[in-house]
């Protein structure tokens, strides 16, 4: 039997209650925090639904106050949560963290710090025995991240399972996003390398690929090390983006962005690159719309943004190459239509 799609993409991993200083400063001098919410896939799965694509998050949370309001804040986004089951054990992992940068993959020195509380969290239960395959397998795309592998034995399991080759398997879409605190080595984080191997499409940071594989030599480099999947995004941060496909290697170069934070901006990346994918757009314009999205949660403080309408995005992703490399963007140009210079 054919297998049913209910949707375009599913996202699977942790979310967390984010809080965020209410004023600048290191966490121990901090008074107060404002509550938001934080998590790589459900932050994919947000701006996908936002973006008008039917999406659902697969996940657990505790049943607690923390759990009822990560359900119901990404369910105001328009995604479908009804496969997020409450663990009756185990809390809602939550972090805090400065208004500076996150830290960086290579471990040095940041301008910000971040505080996660997830250990033992309801999230860090998910497993090939705790997760349907169903519920994962149901859209066209399932979106995946290496921060679930992180999290536990059984997470990794999980991960393990739904990147093997299996019957009716969706396109299987995985974001590596190192992060340096959650592995106790690079060498163990080389199992994100073995997850992606069995992927359709990859994202991949060229810094985080150095970091956690010692792979140097630029995108061609990254693409060497991971020659397997269909489709590979090597995102270089203000330089752009390079993809790899069957049709050989596309660069496209960001736009010009009046930065006010860069957290979330890489899940943005990979929900704009989704959503021109879904929509069958050429390896340009798909690009060009990841670097929108990005641009979209780099103009604002927190994790999430509301992306731009499709037809503003649309006829910025349409522009000349002379005109996209002119291209600035500054916080609140997603409300409005942008003048090109």
Request: aromatic fraction near 6%.
């Amino acid at each position: 039997m054919a297998r049913t799609v209910r949707a375009d993409a599913v996202c699977l991993g942790e979310s967390m209650v984010t809080f965020l200083p209410t004023t600048p400063g290191p966490l121990a001098e901090v008074p107060a925090f404002e509550r938001s919410i934080g998590g790589a896939e459900s932050n994919v799965a947000c701006t996908l639904a936002r973006a008008g694509h039917p999406t659902r998050w697969v996940s657990r949370v505790g049943a607690d106050g923390f759990g009822d309001h990560l359900v119901a804040a990404v369910a105001a986004a328009g995604v479908d949560t009804a496969h997020v089951v409450r663990d009756p054990d185990r809390p809602t992992g939550v972090y805090f963290r400065t208004r500076g940068e996150r830290a960086t993959v290579s471990g040095e020195r940041a301008a910000g710090e971040v505080a996660y509380y997830r250990a033992g969290s309801a999230a860090s239960a998910m497993s090939p025995r705790t997760v349907g395959l169903a519920a994962a397998d149901a859209g066209r795309v399932l979106h995946l991240t290496g921060i679930t592998a992180a999290l536990s034995g059984g997470c990794l399991d999980l991960l393990r399972t739904l990147t093997a080759p299996r019957p009716g398997r969706p396109t299987v879409a995985f974001d590596v996003n190192y992060r340096v605190g959650l592995w106790r080595s690079a060498a163990d984080a080389r199992v994100l390398l073995d997850l992606a191997r069995g992927c359709d499409l990859v994202f991949a940071g060229e810094d985080e690929a150095e970091a956690a594989w010692g792979v140097t030599g630029g995108p061609a480099a990254v693409r060497a090390a991971l020659p397997e999947p269909a489709a590979l995004v090597v995102k270089q941060g203000a330089l752009g983006a390079t993809a790899f496909g069957r049709g050989g290697a596309v660069h496209v170069p960001a736009p010009h962005v009046d930065v006010v934070a860069h957290v979330g901006a890489g899940d943005a990346f990979a929900a704009g690159y989704l959503s021109a994918t879904l929509r069958g757009l050429p390896v340009r314009d798909r690009l060009r719309h990841g670097h929108l999205l990005a641009a979209a949660a780099l103009t604002v403080p927190g994790d999430l943004a509301e992306p731009p309408a499709r037809e503003h995005a649309d006829r910025l992703a349409a522009l000349p190459d002379d005109a996209w490399a002119r291209l600035r963007l500054a916080p609140g140009w997603t409300a409005q239509e942008t003048a090109v210079p």
